[in-house]
T-cell receptor, first 113, second 118 residues
Framework: KAGVTQTPRYLIKTRGQQVTLSCSPI?????VSWYQQTPGQGLQFLFE???????NKGNFPGRFSGRQFSNSRSEMNVSTLELGDSALYLC????????????FGPGTRLTVL | AQKVTQAQTEISVVEKEDVTLDCVYE???????LFWYKQPPSGELVFLIR??????QNEISGRYSWNFQKSTSSFNFTITASQVVDSAVYFC???????????????FGKGTKLSVIP
């Protein structure tokens, strides 16, 4: 089975721009979660989707948004980028969320200049 | 609110030494799951183990073993006879039940960077 895939792997943007990251979960997995990893804050939960519905959201500003499609693929969008948004964005999928084991993709490294 | 603490920021050991990575958690739920993940330099988080709050049996998988103690809210990870390939950042994480703020998400510790020196 193919693992979680994320595109693009690397991205460079400038302040004020917006960006969209994509995640394809493991086949059969219906839950997709997003995490931000920075040296200062560590791994922080952004949001979780299941059957196209957001079930939980972390403590991030409204500039961070996401969605999930009927095929379980997910995208996250960050608008009006700030320097502090530079991070590794990790996507994880699981069968149905909750206690299920989350399997992570390789991440998208976003650099904001 | 849930919290995971990994007090050891960095550990260095010489190859073939045993090493234990500590993890202490806080939660108000009686039902929860604990996880360990490994993050090599490539960046991808690799799942190692999942343990539920009702199962306090220790687990061994090859050179890896885990000690779960509810009385001390700890879930420690030991690598026996460490190898250079074990060099990575290791994360402990907690997942809670129910529909509250902690559900459907992993709460991670800050991670422990393990360096195994040949």
């Amino acid at each position: 089975k193919a693992g979680v895939t994320q595109t693009p792997r690397y991205l460079i943007k400038t302040r004020g721009q917006q960006v969209t990251l994509s995640c394809s979960p493991i086949s059969g997995h219906r839950s997709v979660s997003w995490y931000q990893q920075t040296p200062g804050q560590g791994l922080q939960f952004l949001f979780e989707y299941f059957s196209e519905t957001q079930r939980n959201k972390g403590n991030f500003p409204g500039r961070f948004s996401g969605r999930q499609f009927s095929n379980s693929r997910s995208e996250m969008n960050v608008s009006t980028l700030e320097l502090g948004d530079s991070a590794l964005y990790l996507c994880a999928s699981s069968l149905s969320g909750g206690y299920d084991t989350q399997y992570f993709g390789p991440g998208t490294r976003l650099t904001v200049l | 609110a849930q919290k995971v603490t990994q007090a050891q920021t960095e550990i260095s050991v010489v190859e073939k030494e045993d090493v234990t990575l500590d993890c202490v958690y806080e939660t108000r739920d009686t039902t929860y799951y604990l996880f360990w993940y490994k993050q090599p330099p490539s960046g991808e988080l690799v799942f190692l183990i999942r343990r539920n709050s009702f199962d306090e049996q220790n687990e061994i998988s090859g050179r890896y073993s885990w000690n779960f103690q509810k009385s001390t809210s700890s879930f420690n990870f030991t690598i026996t006879a460490s190898q250079v390939v074990d060099s990575a950042v290791y994360f402990c994480a907690l997942s809670e039940a129910g529909s509250g703020a902690g559900s459907y998400q992993l709460t991670f510790g800050k991670g422990t960077k393990l360096s195994v020196i040949p």
